[in-house]
C-alpha cells in the first residue's frame, strides 16, 4: 500500500504566523491528495482536495500545493481556530491512505 | 443540506456482535459511495472499506477483511457496519463518510459522520 507521512508530527506556531505541513508518498500519487482538519471530539473536514482545490467553504489563507509523492498544506496566517490535527489522504492508490497527522498547537 | 447522520455510542463486551448505522440525507443516496474509517484512541485514521449503495457492492482494506461487514439499505438511505464478534482492540470511534462521484479507485471523502464511539471491554 502506499505509505503517506508527514511532518513534523508537531508545529508550534504563534497566532498571525504561517505554518508549512509536509506530506510525501511512498509511491507517485499524481495529484489525487486530499488535507482534513480534525480538532478534538469532532468529525475530520475536507479541506483541499485535487491537491490544491480548496473545498467549498474553506478559507483563502488554507492553500495546497504538489503532485507525484511531495506535497504541501499551508495556512498563511494562523488564526485561534486552525490550532488542530491535519491529516493527508492518497486517493490514488488502493486502498486508499492516510498520513499519521500533523498537529498545529499554539505557541 | 448533505448529512451523515451515525448511531449512538456502543459498549460491549468481547465475543458480542453489533451493528453500527450511517443515515444519509440531502442528496441522492445511490450516487456516492460510502466509506468506514476506524480511529482508535490517540491514533490517526484507518481506511476500513467501502460501499456503492446503488448495488452494495463492497471493497475492504485488507487488514478488516473477514473481520467487519459493510452494507446497506438503499430503501431508507441508510449504511451499516458490523461485527460477529468484537474484540477489545476495535475499541475506536468509527466514522463513515461520502466519496466524490465519479472515481474508479477511491476519492476524497466529504461529508463526514459525527462518528460513532465503540468501546468492547469485558
Known amino acids: 500500500e502506499t505509505v503517506m507521512t508527514q511532518s513534523p508530527a508537531t508545529l508550534s506556531v504563534s497566532p498571525g504566523e504561517r505554518a508549512t505541513l509536509s506530506c510525501r508518498a511512498s509511491?507517485?500519487?499524481?495529484?489525487?491528495l486530499a488535507w482534513y482538519q480534525q480538532k478534538p471530539g469532532q468529525a475530520p473536514r475536507l479541506l483541499i482536495y485535487?491537491?490544491?482545490t480548496r473545498a467549498t467553504g474553506i478559507p483563502a489563507r488554507f492553500s495546497g500545493r504538489g503532485s507525484g509523492t511531495e506535497f504541501t498544506l499551508t495556512l498563511s496566517s494562523l488564526q485561534s481556530e486552525d490550532f488542530a490535527v491535519y491529516y493527508c489522504?492518497?486517493?490514488?492508490?488502493?486502498?486508499?491512505?492516510f498520513g499519521q497527522g500533523t498537529k498545529v498547537e499554539i505557541k | 443540506e448533505v448529512q451523515l447522520v451515525q448511531s449512538g455510542a456502543e459498549v460491549k463486551k468481547p465475543g458480542e456482535s453489533l451493528r453500527i448505522s450511517c443515515k444519509g440525507s440531502?442528496?441522492?443516496?445511490?450516487?456516492?459511495?460510502i466509506s468506514w474509517v476506524r480511529q482508535m484512541p490517540g491514533i490517526g485514521l484507518e481506511w476500513m472499506g467501502r460501499?456503492?449503495?446503488?448495488?452494495?457492492?463492497?471493497n475492504y482494506s485488507p487488514p478488516f477483511q473477514g473481520h467487519v461487514t459493510i452494507s446497506a439499505d438503499k430503501s431508507i438511505t441508510t449504511a451499516y457496519l458490523q461485527w460477529k464478534s468484537l474484540k477489545a482492540s476495535d475499541t475506536a470511534v468509527y466514522y463513515c463518510?461520502?466519496?466524490?462521484?465519479?472515481?474508479?479507485?477511491?476519492?476524497?471523502?466529504?461529508?463526514w459522520g459525527q462518528g460513532t464511539l465503540v468501546t468492547v471491554s469485558s
Open positions: 460501499i456503492d449503495p446503488s448495488d452494495s457492492y463492497t
Open positions: 489522504q492518497q486517493y490514488n492508490n488502493w486502498p486508499q491512505t
Open positions: 440531502g442528496y441522492s443516496f445511490t450516487t456516492y459511495w
Open positions: 509511491q507517485r500519487v499524481s495529484s489525487d
Open positions: 463518510a461520502r466519496h466524490a462521484p465519479g472515481y474508479i479507485i477511491s476519492s476524497w471523502l466529504d461529508p
Open positions: 485535487g491537491a490544491s
